[in-house]
């Protein structure tokens, strides 16, 4: 059965391979079914790019920027619904009949899946809990919840920005000026590893902290740095 409305999903990746390999087959239902995969690569010196040629519909190069990856990804795609995804995120089986159902006429020409993370510790059912009610009030996607939008919108609000941290955030706000997003409540699994490797409250504190920064007009590129696990102070 093809989708009722094929969908590009675009994935930015830099030295990903084993981790790609594993998002390319997860996504091979939906492929089959006539949705399109487009592998950004970032400049990876490892084999991500020879796992992507294998399994991807599409593989183009750029920079190293997720903002630029997804832009590059967007310029490349064939159909008209867009769905960015993290390399370490896995869709729903069924996520291109939950796209085309939530973009029903009439309805936002946006929106984001719920999360899930991929561990099985009762603690991370309520991080998933908070995350999914902090989007759903705030209006608020995030690349880890496979944040989609049809390419009309995406090119009216200027794409992503070409910024080095919260480029997601950045976006969802200038979306939210035309429409609050559609949510589907069917999560997509996202990685807990850094929950795991840095401790629940510290990523919690951490992300809280860098969110309410960039709200307050701190750098970018200084967050980033943050992000990756730089001098840890905002």
């Known amino acids: 059965m093809s989708a009722s409305r094929p969908i590009s999903i675009i994935i930015p990746v830099l030295d990903a391979a084993p981790v790609l390999a594993e998002a390319l087959a997860s996504l091979q239902e939906l492929r089959a079914r006539g949705n399109e995969v487009i592998v950004v690569d970032g400049g ?3 084999n991500s790019l020879a796992v992507a040629r294998k399994a991807a519909d599409r ?7 997720r903002a630029l990856q997804w832009n590059t990804g967007a310029d490349y795609a064939r159909h008209e619904v867009l769905l960015f995804l993290n390399v370490d995120s896995r869709l729903p ?3 291109d009949m939950l796209v085309a159902e939530a973009l029903q006429p009439q309805a936002a020409r946006w929106g984001r899946f719920d999360l899930r993370l991929d561990s099985p510790r009762p603690v991370y059912r309520l991080v998933e809990r908070v995350i999914n009610m902090r989007s759903h009030v705030s209006g608020i996607a995030t690349g880890e919840q496979a944040l989609f939008v049809e390419r009309e919108y ?3 609000v200027g794409c992503f920005d070409r910024i080095a941290h919260m480029e997601d955030v950045a976006f969802s706000r200038k979306l939210l000026h035309f429409a609050r997003p559609q949510r589907i409540t069917t999560p997509v699994l996202a990685s807990a590893g850094r929950w795991e490797r840095d401790g629940v409250l510290r990523t919690a504190l951490l992300l809280g902290r860098l969110r309410l920064a960039f709200a307050l007009g701190a750098d970018p590129d200084r967050l980033a740095v943050l992000h990756r696990g730089g001098d840890g102070e905002v």
Do not use: L
């Open 93 to 95: 089986p069924q996520a």
């Open 44 to 46: 990876s010196r490892d």
């Open 59 to 65: 593989v183009v190069m750029s920079g190293a920027s």
């Open 154 to 156: 995406f090119e009216r």
